[in-house]
């Protein structure tokens, strides 16, 4: 028997584990049903529609980290996710439904104010909410993140979280039960504060959680999203903001970067990263022409459409990216009108290859040209220029030339051209071999 909150009491359900929502949806459709129409006093229908907004921004976090035609040049780790990850992170939304319970259980209390007494808009619940995030939330998550590096704590409880090598958007809800725990006080204190302060609003509720959804799994995404130039121009924006570098920083050595949101607390607490801001500036910065398109080899797993999946960009839907099944009729649907999406990404990586960079040559000099590659090379990977007429590896115009063992089958492939055709049997063979021989022009040597 494992240790205490450090598995969770549904993973034995599969998918069965939705039917949690069944008393949401039930109080939901039983309201809709005696008002006649969709009951937004109730608390249940804005929890349901709050986990629909956090399960989509998981899902857009998750397509965009895998465009990698538009992302794989700012991949901080440019490795990609393997089948054990992919399906280790297949129950990534366990502590979202953590959460959803819990806020079930809360709205049950005498304590939390009706939905029909909240306002849609006050600003001094945000300005109670920003306060207590950063008196409360920073310095108490770093504090228990830091607590659970250490001794046992990492191996029972935080060493599931590591174990993925590329952190993606999904990584940032993968856990055990103590750390969605942990994860859930940090987002609830500046609500809490706010409600108690009388100061909460329907807005702030959405906006915060929203908001922490989105810097969770832009810091997992592995792509650099902020120029090293917004820093460079304001230096002390870097300690109130964090970069996906700054997080794979942590995920690669785990003793320092251990803030939330803020590197502010890492600076007071002496844990920042020395090379935190310089390989930013390398990943914003570096041209990395093969950068994503490593897919470590396996075989079987819930992965084998996810890794074909990260060589062909688009729009990726994750349940339907690792589903061993066969592909339902949605996803067909999906994929049949797709096809014009992905022609214009051909498009795009095909006529708007920047031009090629080759050492200047002073003695010959030569005119840059924008490389244009055949589709047939390669979709999305960049094909080996050493073999195109325009990609000489000396940085002339003009074809690759040959070498040794290239230059001799090209010279047995003309010998067998100019041996004799064999003679034709049967009657009116000498005849024919006369009349060939008379047309066949002779070789002078």
């Known amino acids: 028997m494992g240790a205490p909150l450090s598995s969770w009491p549904w993973a034995g359900l599969g998918a069965y584990k939705y039917l949690l929502y069944g008393p949401l949806v039930a109080k939901v459709a039983q309201a809709w049903r005696e008002q006649g129409g969709a009951p937004t006093d109730s608390w249940c229908l804005h929890l349901l529609l709050l986990l629909a907004l956090r399960s989509l921004t998981h899902q857009l976090w998750f397509s965009y980290a895998n465009m990698l035609f538009f992302t ?241 960009p688009g729009v990726q839907l994750a349940a339907m990216d690792d589903a061993p099944r066969a592909a339902p009729a949605l996803a067909r649907r999906l994929l049949h009108h797709g096809a014009p999406g992905a022609l214009l990404q051909d498009l795009h990586r095909q006529l708007l290859l920047p031009p090629r960079r080759a050492p200047p040559d002073l003695d010959h000099p030569a005119l840059q040209l924008p490389v244009l590659h055949p589709a047939h090379e390669g979709r999305h990977q960049p094909p080996d220029r050493a073999r195109h007429p325009q990609g000489r590896q000396d940085g002339r115009q003009g074809a690759q030339p040959r070498r040794a063992q290239q230059e001799r089958g090209a010279q047995r492939r003309r010998h067998a051209l100019r041996r004799p055709a064999p003679r034709p049997q049967g009657p009116g063979g000498a005849r024919q071999h006369a009349h060939r021989r008379r047309d066949t022009p002779r070789d002078p040597g």
């Open 72 to 312: 794989r040049r700012r991949r901080v780790v440019p490795d990609g996710v393997d089948f054990k990850q992919i399906d280790a992170e297949w129950d990534w939304d366990n502590m979202v439904i953590m959460q959803t319970l819990l806020g079930a259980m809360a709205i049950s209390s005498p304590l939390f104010p009706a939905m029909s007494e909240l306002p849609a808009w006050d600003p001094r619940g945000w300005a109670v909410a920003l306060l207590v995030h950063v008196a409360v939330s920073e310095p108490g998550f770093r504090w228990a993140h830091r607590a659970l590096h250490r001794g046992p704590l990492f191996s029972q409880y935080h060493s599931k979280h590591h174990s993925s090598p590329v952190t993606q958007p999904l990584t940032s809800a993968y856990g055990t039960p103590l750390e969605s725990l942990v994860l859930t006080l940090a987002m609830a204190a500046p609500l809490a504060g706010a409600f108690l302060a009388g100061a909460g609003s329907v807005g702030l509720l959405y906006g915060h959680i929203f908001a922490f959804d989105y810097l969770r799994c832009m810091g997992y995404s592995n792509v650099e999203v902020i120029s090293h130039r917004a820093f460079r121009a304001f230096p002390l924006l870097r300690y109130l903001i964090y970069t996906p570098t700054y997080l794979s920083l942590h995920h690669q050595e785990k003793d320092s970067n251990f803030c939330l949101f803020m590197p502010l607390f890492d600076l007071l607490g002496g844990t920042v990263h020395p090379r935190s801001w310089e390989l930013q500036k390398e990943v914003g910065q570096e041209e990395r022409p093969g950068a994503g398109l490593r897919v470590p080899g396996a075989r079987g797993g819930r992965g084998v459409l996810h890794a074909r999946a990260v060589r062909v």
